[in-house]
């Protein structure tokens, strides 16, 4: 094993997109786990950081590393705002076959690289992701059930290898991936119109980009191995931050139903088991509140909040729709 800064002279590599928006703070740790990472000796390693609207220190944080990277590190300025537009930059930037993402919150494990790599050498595998470990900031609440991972990042630890399918409860997550380059090229960027934009924390981006590997039929796996480590912060340790999640969410499933409707049996335009998860909902968030455990009552609640997202969504999309019509 070598030093991935010893490791430029490659003739198989990987180009990492580390997207950030003014977390200057968090984005030095990302750095410094890339730079410590092993790498197989003859593999590149370029890393593409993508300073997404900044304001910050990011530029010179990003300077502060640069000689540590031998000539393998690239600092992209894009004043437009939105996660997306930012990895699209970063993925365009690159040359190697292989594109690894994840964030600035996060640390690779010592042996990311590693596992990556080797992984992707199988021809027959087009993406690979991975489990997110939690560094809390915070003790858990008691009124964390760990039903809601997603919503801090603290997902797929105990979830053992298997492969990625169109029905299963695991989807590739962007703050943890690795796809071929040809791939991507087939199926076209992150939409723009998902995912963060500055302080807005939209999702859905890395649920539309799953849903089209998929429909391209690409062989992906989840690799327990393929480990991150992810900041989460005393401020999203809250009941209130859970409910904007949950309702943003929301939204975004409404908007990928209009791109790709589920095949389901439908209420009012609305997908039928949603209207009974409202019900099952409030009989659950009733029952809880009489003899269920803390956890148990927020869930129930949070399961209210995504379907309104879903049901503000579906409206406006709707609207939005009946509007454009009228101007025809």
């Given at each position: 094993?070598?030093?991935?800064?010893?490791?430029?002279?490659?003739r198989?590599g990987?180009?990492?997109?580390?997207?950030?928006?003014?977390?200057?703070?968090?984005?030095?740790?990302?750095?410094?786990?890339?730079?410590?990472?092993?790498?197989?000796?003859?593999?590149?390693?370029h890393?593409?950081?993508?300073?997404?609207?900044?304001?910050?220190?990011?530029?010179?944080?990003?300077?502060?590393?640069?000689?540590?990277?031998?000539?393998?590190?690239?600092?992209l300025?894009?004043?437009?705002?939105?996660?997306?537009?930012?990895?699209?930059?970063?993925?365009?930037?690159?040359?190697?076959?292989?594109?690894?993402?994840?964030?600035?919150?996060?640390?690779?494990?010592?042996?990311?690289?590693?596992?990556?790599?080797?992984?992707?050498?199988?021809?027959?595998?087009?993406?690979?992701?991975?489990?997110?470990?939690?560094?809390?900031?915070?003790?858990?609440?008691?009124?964390?059930s760990?039903?809601?991972p997603?919503v801090?990042g603290?997902?797929?630890?105990?979830?053992?290898?298997?492969?990625?399918?169109?029905?299963?409860?695991?989807?590739?997550?962007?703050?943890?991936?690795?796809?071929?380059?040809?791939l991507?090229?087939?199926?076209?960027?992150?939409?723009?119109?998902?995912g963060?934009?500055?302080?807005?924390?939209?999702?859905?981006?890395?649920?539309?980009?799953?849903?089209?590997?998929?429909?391209?039929?690409?062989?992906?796996?989840?690799?327990?191995?393929?480990?991150?480590?992810?900041?989460?912060?005393?401020?999203?340790?809250?009941?209130?931050?859970?409910?904007?999640?949950?309702?943003?969410?929301?939204?975004?499933?409404?908007?990928?139903?209009?791109?790709?409707?589920?095949?389901?049996?439908?209420?009012?335009?609305?997908p039928?088991?949603?209207?009974?998860?409202?019900?099952?909902?409030?009989?659950?968030?009733?029952?809880?509140?009489?003899?269920?455990?803390?956890?148990?009552?927020?869930?129930?609640?949070?399961s209210?909040?995504?379907?309104?997202?879903?049901?503000?969504?579906?409206?406006?999309?709707?609207?939005?729709?009946?509007?454009?019509?009228?101007?025809?």
């Amino acid at each position: 094993m070598t030093s991935v800064v010893r490791a430029h002279n490659a003739r198989a590599g990987i180009d990492i997109i580390l997207p950030t928006h003014n977390r200057s703070h968090l984005l030095a740790r990302a750095l410094a786990s890339v730079e410590t990472a092993r790498v197989h000796s003859g593999a590149e390693v370029h890393l593409i950081v993508v300073a997404n609207a900044c304001r910050d220190r990011t530029a010179q944080t990003v300077e502060d590393f640069r000689a540590h990277f031998g000539g393998q590190l690239t600092l992209l300025v894009r004043e437009e705002p939105g996660k997306s537009d930012a990895l699209n930059a970063g993925i365009a930037a690159g040359t190697h076959p292989i594109v690894g993402m994840f964030d600035d919150d996060e640390q690779l494990y010592d042996d990311w690289i590693c596992v990556a790599l080797s992984e992707m050498k199988d021809p027959p595998v087009d993406f690979i992701g991975g489990p997110y470990v939690g560094s809390w900031q915070l003790p858990k609440p008691d009124w964390y059930s760990g039903n809601y991972p997603a919503v801090v990042g603290d997902v797929g630890l105990s979830t053992p290898e298997h492969q990625f399918t169109p029905n299963g409860h695991a989807m590739l997550m962007g703050g943890n991936a690795v796809i071929r380059r040809s791939l991507l090229n087939d199926v076209g960027g992150y939409r723009s119109d998902l995912g963060p934009v500055g302080t807005d924390h939209m999702t859905g981006e890395d649920r539309d980009m799953f849903n089209r590997l998929i429909d391209a039929g690409a062989l992906g796996r989840f690799l327990p191995q393929l480990k991150i480590r992810h900041h989460v912060p005393a401020e999203r340790i809250s009941k209130s931050y859970f409910r904007q999640w949950c309702l943003r969410d929301g939204k975004a499933h409404a908007l990928l139903d209009s791109l790709k409707p589920e095949q389901v049996p439908r209420l009012f335009g609305l997908p039928r088991y949603r209207v009974g998860s409202v019900i099952s909902a409030f009989v659950a968030l009733l029952r809880h509140m009489i003899a269920g455990s803390p956890a148990e009552r927020f869930d129930a609640e949070l399961s209210l909040w995504h379907t309104a997202g879903f049901v503000r969504g579906a409206w406006s999309i709707r609207r939005g729709a009946a509007r454009n019509q009228r101007t025809r």
